[in-house]
């Protein structure tokens, strides 16, 4: 890990004892206004919404420090062969991220199912980098310890998407009043379009 690196990851385990207040504050002010307003119909779904969605940038939050720990410990093997799709893997995950949080922030249902669509890309690069690595550590027993730690770092940004994908659910119930947890099926042939992929990182307005 380059000198940068090292920094960027110092900056994301720091940064957790943050997220972990804000979560708590935002739990609070959704149960007071449960309590204080008594919500219904559309108010109720927003806050409910709100809820789950904080639980899960929570727990994105969590998987960013687990992959900084992991990257920490990959410093001792400078020599490691990072695998190819990594980087791929962190670009879809780190996309879905920002399309599902502006799918929200517009309330845009057709945003979060490219979203949905994205998740079985992440999958299929997960299972080949984890394939890609047992053949290195069968090959070469020297590459075990760090091998192990590049597993747990695709798990973890797999995870990552994994989290998107529910807030992208959680989004379209908001918007459409539809429940499509476990019944992606149901919604092939929307799921079936292409990705529109955003040309710049400057689309996402959140």
Same mark, same amino acid.
């Given at each position: ?7 960027? $990851?110092?900056?994301? !385990? ?8 804000? #979560? ?6 959704? !149960?007071? @206004?449960?309590?204080? &307003? ?19 940038? =929570?727990? @994105?939050? *969590? ?65 080949? @980098?984890? $394939? ?5 550590? %069968? %090959? ?8 192990? &730690? ?11 998407? *994994? ?5 992208? =659910? ?20 929307? !799921? $079936? ?7 710049? #990182? ?5």
């Amino acid at each position: 890990m380059t000198q940068q690196g090292s920094r960027l $990851a110092e900056e994301v !385990l720091e940064s957790d004892e943050e997220v972990n207040e804000s #979560e708590v504050e935002i739990e609070e002010e959704c !149960l007071k @206004i449960l309590a204080l &307003h008594q919500p219904v119909a559309g108010d109720l779904r927003q806050i409910a919404t709100v809820m789950k969605i904080n639980v899960a940038l =929570e727990r @994105i939050a *969590d998987l960013a420090c687990n992959v900084a720990e992991r990257s920490q410990c990959l410093q001792t093997f400078p020599y490691f062969p990072i695998p190819d799709g990594l980087d791929e893997m962190v670009g879809l995950a780190k996309k879905m991220v920002q399309m599902t949080l502006n799918s929200f922030v517009k309330s845009d249902s057709s945003l979060a199912l490219q979203v949905i669509q994205t998740d079985p890309i992440v999958d299929k690069l997960n299972k080949s @980098i984890i $394939a890609e690595l047992q053949t290195l550590m %069968q %090959q070469d027993s020297t590459m075990v310890e760090p091998a192990l &730690h590049c597993f747990s770092v695709a798990r973890h940004i797999e995870r990552i998407g *994994d989290q998107a994908e529910n807030i992208a =659910e959680d989004v379209i119930y908001l918007v459409d009043g539809d429940i499509i947890r476990h019944r992606h099926g149901e919604y092939s042939a929307v !799921l $079936a379009e292409p990705v529109s992929e955003p040309e710049t #990182e400057d689309d996402y307005d959140y």
